[in-house]
């Protein structure tokens, strides 16, 4: 799984918040199989906001500081990886040890 994130205006911390807020505000309007794919998007972004240091990966990263036309994504892959990709090059990645639905 991997979303796509708006760093036109914002960082990387702030795109994230928005994102998970407006996934939090949305999800009780959406049908129930809609509702599925939101739990895994809320659940990886929640994950993000919880365990990411974003004044590191800013401060090393300058695309995620926001500002700048370059695509920016967060997802999860094998293994429960969390990563941040730039125009689908990862730039970062970690283990997590939560599941993701």
């Known amino acids: 799984m991997e979303i796509t994130l708006d760093l036109h205006r914002h960082c990387i911390k702030t795109a994230v918040k928005q994102k998970y807020n407006r996934l939090i505000a949305d999800y009780f309007k959406s049908s129930v199989e809609n509702q599925e ?10 994950t993000a906001l919880e365990n990411l240091d974003f004044g590191r990966l800013r401060s090393e990263f300058p695309a995620l500081r926001g500002g700048g036309p370059e695509k920016i994504s967060i997802g999860v892959g094998k293994d429960s990886t969390l990563f941040i990709s730039v125009n689908g090059k990862i730039i970062y990645a970690t283990h997590s040890n939560h599941q993701f639905l």
């Open 37 to 46: 794919i939101m739990e895994s998007e809320i659940a990886l972004l929640k």
